[in-house]
């Protein structure tokens, strides 16, 4: 379908100028003007950007005048080490010309915080954490819909449609992407092994859990159907799944990769926290009395240190809960409501609302505590912004809520050594 060459893609575009600025004596077909489909923000080093076309169909010729090259597949690929700049795209055919001038960021500072907001639609979106403005945008390929950061300063996030894990390394700047992660849906880097978790919604016919180790090394284990939800204890080299379709938990040893054991939770587990000491493990179900599953949603608290885990407190029934963050200082489990554009607040121990909820922006996704500034961050898939809110005084931090790529479903911190 896409073929490189700059002579053939210019050679189309002076056949569009002549036929278009020409009188001709007989009726020519209409030459469309497409549009290449690209962010106005700068994209960083180490971009995959597919290349999609809004105007003409294909097949269709295109080129690149800069730094990188278009892949036979029609990606156009950004090298890691490039220097900031722009690229211009150009693709035609005998029925329509398109044509983008992309800008070409520098990677982020590994000194300063920021914020990595996974979107559906664009990509990795870079933010500074003070003034929530945009640095970057790193297109991964993909449709990625979690993502997570470590204390190496190492970005993961999956391709829920596709087959391979994204990771950025931040000094030096650098990107790589590894084969064999199917499907991936919520991502969570271990902090004592440093390896990378993905559930993968469905591989093989069943649900499974992706290991990418710190070597690259891949592995993975079956843990149920339809996998989303993921909590590590890396003290205790636990990860815990969610297995979405089937109600239950499956929790499986980080270093081997053997599942321990699996236990029934919730209908429709979705998202999953972890309290800090290991024993509360708090759960989703994502379902709605006005939904097919035609059931209250709800949270619960499932007590660990039993032989068999049980559920230990239940929330009141939620119009349609989602996402959940534990604030373990203000002893508070935060979840998001994807129907009524809201966030619970509910007290840890017993699930009873400790407060109204917080009013937010339209479809609000998988929520994250930051410890460190005492700050929640609520991605909103239907407002293409992502809302911050202070957990001491539950008020919205200036300047939010912010605008960042379209579909944002989750956000990471990156904060700087001390």
């Not at 710190?214 to 205790?236: F, I, K, M």
């Not at 300047?399 to 700087?416: E, Q």
């Amino acid at each position: 379908m896409y073929r490189r060459g700059l002579r053939r893609t210019a050679a189309l575009l002076v056949a569009g100028i002549a036929l278009a600025g020409s009188v001709p004596r007989t009726p020519c077909p209409r030459i469309a003007s497409g549009k290449i489909a690209a962010t106005a923000w700068p994209y960083l080093p180490g971009s995959s950007i597919p290349l999609r076309i809004d105007g003409f169909g294909a097949p269709y010729h295109a080129a690149v005048l800069g730094p990188g090259s278009l892949s036979p597949a029609g990606v156009y690929e950004i090298p890691s080490r490039t220097s900031p700049g722009s690229a211009l795209l150009v693709a035609g055919n005998v029925n329509g010309l398109a044509a983008a001038n992309l800008r070409i960021g520098a990677p982020p500072n590994a000194a300063r915080s920021f914020l990595v907001v996974a979107s559906y639609d664009d990509g990795l979106v870079f933010h500074d954490a003070g003034s929530f403005s945009v640095l970057g945008v790193l297109a991964t390929g993909g449709t990625p819909t979690d993502t997570d950061v470590d204390a190496l300063g190492r970005i993961a996030a999956a391709d829920t449609q596709g087959s391979r894990l994204t990771l950025a390394t931040l000094s030096p700047w650098g990107v790589a992407r590894v084969d064999g992660v199917w499907l991936g849906d919520e991502v969570a880097i271990d902090a004592a092994t440093h390896a990378v978790f993905v559930t993968d919604r469905d591989v093989d016919g069943t649900g499974a859990l992706t290991r990418v180790t710190l070597d690259g090394s891949v592995s993975r284990v079956a843990t149920g159907a339809t996998p989303e939800g993921l909590a590590v204890d890396a003290a205790r080299h636990v990860v815990y799944v969610a297995n979405t379709n089937e109600g239950t938990v499956t929790a499986v040893d980080t270093r081997t990769m053997r599942v321990l054991r699996r236990f029934a939770a919730v209908p429709r587990v979705f998202s999953l926290a972890l309290s800090p000491g290991g024993t509360l493990l708090y759960a989703i179900s994502n379902q709605s009395e006005g939904s097919p599953f035609a059931a209250p949603g709800a949270a619960v608290a499932i007590d660990l240190r039993a032989a068999t885990p049980r559920v230990v407190a239940r929330s009141p029934h939620l119009a349609f809960p989602l996402g959940a963050a534990l604030d373990p200082a203000t002893h508070t489990l935060f979840v998001t409501d994807e129907q009524l554009g809201k966030v619970d607040v509910l007290d840890a121990s017993t699930l009873h609302p400790k407060h109204a909820p917080i009013a937010t922006c339209n479809i609000p996704w998988k929520p994250l505590y930051d410890e460190a500034a005492a700050r929640l961050y609520v991605p909103c898939a239907g407002a293409d912004a992502v809302d911050v809110f202070d957990t001491r005084s539950l008020r919205r931090a200036p300047h939010a809520p912010f605008p960042t790529g379209g579909y944002p479903l989750a956000v990471a911190v990156w904060h700087p050594p001390a």
